[in-house]
């Protein structure tokens, strides 16, 4: 249990004596500028309105350009599926034709999948894992930002080939022969191969970012087993990013290579082996369900025991199931396969290893209901959601483990009850856990809640549209209606449940008009003044970032904190009495840190969005005309020039923005954080060397 201690003061700044140091005034600006400035090299200087956003390496600002990014493709990828049920409205459709129908389900799965879910999972990474462990930003800010643009770039890359000759139309699994010039013999192959080239290392980008944030820049007493949930299960998320995308880049470049330079790595006629790309996509496919799933599961594991007033049930059970889950997803890959013809022997081991990874699963869903068991439940809307997650998910879950039954799995392959499953999985499971986060989040990063009164018609609406739209697809499914067929016969008997499942997907569309009207409407009260600050904890929350203002400050914590127990900011609220009954002793708006600090922080760069315009231009010359591939190279080599002359910090570049009065000012060392606490010290080299309050070394 933590022993509560006053509040510390907020600390001077360095001394300003000695050599290399210089006095920071007021206003966060350095009474000289020694910095080297270098003509085109120099930082962006005062950057303010729309150019704050464009330049920024703030971990926070990046984490809200990638929800904003990621609610547009999925404003995008609606639309896409809307086409779609329009046309599976009545038998024989022709609304659409059937080959623009064959690039709208490819295109809807690539979006949702790669440019919403992902997105998504990366907003609230790169906003909450810093600010989870007590750093001041990740660990290397510009490539922080480089991820984030070469995402942008690669996403607006891949959905061009609407205007170039039509999109992808392969499936967003693209299989071969599928994907072969002989059966998509436009471009849109061509860009999906590249697009996700390109959003691919904006991914590995942000994995090893992160992996080097979590690890090595933990607050004092933060050991492995006192991280928050939702830190932990990113943390697994980016080790299964880092192996897993390197196998889908070398399918994807073998795929360019087919199409580009007449290779034959998937021309069975040539000798090449025809499961070879499903074996490589599904290798990286299946971690990626759990890409997917997994930070959804961070997410509920920390709003239920909020709103339910308890701490979560089992912790380390939690955290080690969610690993395992990661562990054991490599072995389960060829369940998507059974019907390929792979033989019987494989096909036995994948159904026992598809069984086995339901337990871990399974025991996080017993560890969340005993959560709220006996809790003092608050239903707010990120509570409903989070409880929403935990049903729909199980539901999926349930018919994930039939597809581990091969006969099951043989009879229900390529029918619409594949689709209600991983459906019930993806967006009741991993969409409903980001909306938790969404609404629960909201405060801590703009300063005020979202209406909860459009939340909650958010809320009952999605759910009831989700639920019309693919409950009656394991009905469908199961009577024989067959995936990513245009059109239906008169006789088939799948037109009542169709109707359903289309007047379904309107419930989602109005479900999602009213949180972008919730969104803006909150918006435009809060700037006019009409509606209240959130404080800096609304929820009575638990972990760290509640111990700060909202919004969040530039530099996130004035002092670097100081923990000794999981929930640790729980514990500097409530302590056992005599009875050993909690008690409340303080209240979390009252001592949180105050945010009136400016330590060093990196600057501004041009150079992240300029890297990562070459890539795009990569791609145009390798479907059109090497020349632009060229162009886009030297791009690409000049802009790393300009990085590595760019200067390490420059004094005019913003608000809080000096000199930390040590020798190393690299904004790619740690985020510039250094320790104004009185439990640690700089050693002067960049190196954080931070004690707990009884002398020890802090680590794990």
Request: glycine fraction near 12%; include cysteine; proline fraction near 6%.
């Amino acid at each position: 249990m933590a022993i509560i201690t006053d509040q510390p003061e907020s600390p001077d700044l360095p001394d300003s004596s000695g050599p290399g140091t210089e006095l920071e005034v007021a206003d966060g600006t350095s009474d000289h500028d020694d910095s080297p400035r270098t003509g085109v090299f120099a930082r962006p200087t005062h950057a303010t309105g729309w150019r704050e956003w464009l330049f920024t390496v703030d971990h926070k600002k990046i984490g809200i350009m990638y929800g904003a990014l990621a609610l547009f493709w999925f404003l995008i990828g609606g639309l896409e599926i809307g086409l779609v049920r329009l046309q599976l409205w009545a038998p024989d459709g022709e609304v659409i034709s059937a080959d623009f129908y064959n690039q709208l389900f490819t295109m809807h799965g690539v979006t949702m999948v790669f440019l919403v879910i992902m997105p998504l999972a990366n907003a609230f990474a790169n906003y909450l894992v810093p600010l989870q462990i007590g750093a001041r930003d990740v660990a290397f800010p510009r490539m922080n930002a480089l991820g984030l643009w070469i995402f942008f770039f690669g996403g607006i890359f891949l959905n061009l080939s609407w205007f170039l000759g039509g999109g992808a139309d392969g499936g967003w699994f693209a299989y071969a022969p599928n994907t072969g010039m002989a059966y998509s013999p436009g471009h849109g192959m061509d860009f999906y191969a590249l697009g996700l080239q390109i959003a691919g290392i904006a991914s590995l980008l942000g994995a090893i970012n992160l992996l080097v944030t979590i690890i090595n820049m933990r607050c004092p007493g933060m050991s492995l087993l006192r991280m928050p949930v939702f830190t932990w299960m990113i943390l697994v998320v980016q080790f299964l990013l880092v192996f897993a995308l390197p196998v889908i880049t070398v399918a994807l470049i073998l795929l360019t290579f087919d199409r580009t330079f007449d290779a034959n790595f998937f021309n069975v006629d040539a000798g090449a082996d025809a499961l070879l790309w499903q074996h490589l996509f599904w290798i990286f496919g299946h971690p990626e369900v759990y890409i997917l799933i997994l930070p959804a599961f961070g997410v509920v594991s920390e709003t239920l025991p909020v709103f339910s007033r308890k701490p979560l049930f089992g912790y380390p059970i939690v955290v080690l199931s969610g690993a395992a889950i990661g562990f054991m997803g490599w072995g389960v890959w060829a369940h998507h396969m059974f019907t390929s013809g792979m033989g019987p022997v494989s096909v036995a081991a994948f159904s026992a290893t598809t069984m086995f990874i339901a337990v871990p699963t399974g025991v996080k869903i017993l560890n969340w209901i005993a959560t709220m068991w006996a809790g003092k439940v608050r239903f707010t809307v990120p509570m409903m959601f989070s409880v929403s997650l935990v049903a729909m998910f199980t539901i999926g879950g349930l018919s994930g483990v039939m597809h581990a039954i091969a006969p099951a799995d043989t009879q229900q392959t390529d029918t619409y009850f594949i689709v209600a499953h991983f459906h019930y999985v993806l967006v009741g499971g991993a969409l409903m856990g980001m909306f938790a986060g969404m609404y629960y989040w909201w405060p801590k990063a703009f300063g005020y809640h979202l209406n909860e009164r459009l939340g909650r018609w958010h809320f009952w609406l999605m759910l009831l549209g989700f639920n019309v739209t693919f409950g009656p697809m394991h009905i469908v499914g199961l009577q024989g209606m067959a995936r990513r067929h245009s059109v239906y016969g008169e006789f088939d008997g799948f037109e009542f449940w169709n109707k359903i499942a289309t007047i379904g997907y309107f419930f989602m569309l109005i479900a999602m008009v009213i949180l972008a009207v919730n969104i803006f409407r909150t918006w435009g009260r809060h700037r006019r003044g009409l509606e209240p600050g959130a404080g800096a904890d609304p929820w009575d929350g638990r972990t760290l970032e509640w111990a700060i203002p909202s919004p969040v400050p530039e530099h996130n914590f004035d002092y670097v904190p100081v923990v000794s127990d999981v929930d640790d900011f729980w514990h500097k609220k409530y302590q056992p009495d005599e009875t050993g009954k909690l008690r409340r002793i303080a209240y979390g708006n009252d001592i949180a840190q105050i945010g009136d600090q400016h330590p060093h922080l990196p600057s501004p760069s041009y150079w992240p969005i300029v890297l990562a315009m070459g890539m795009p231009l990569i791609g145009f010359g390798l479907i059109y005309n090497l020349w632009i591939a060229g162009i886009g190279l030297l791009l690409l080599v000049g802009s790393m020039f300009g990085w590595t002359l760019e200067p390490a910090t420059d004094p005019d570049a913003g608000h809080g923005h000096g000199h930390d009065g040590h020798g190393d000012h690299d904004d790619d060392h740690g985020g510039g954080q250094h320790d104004d606490s009185p439990d640690g010290h700089d050693d002067g080299n960049g190196v954080l060397t931070a004690s707990t309050p009884n002398g020890e070394a802090a680590g794990d």
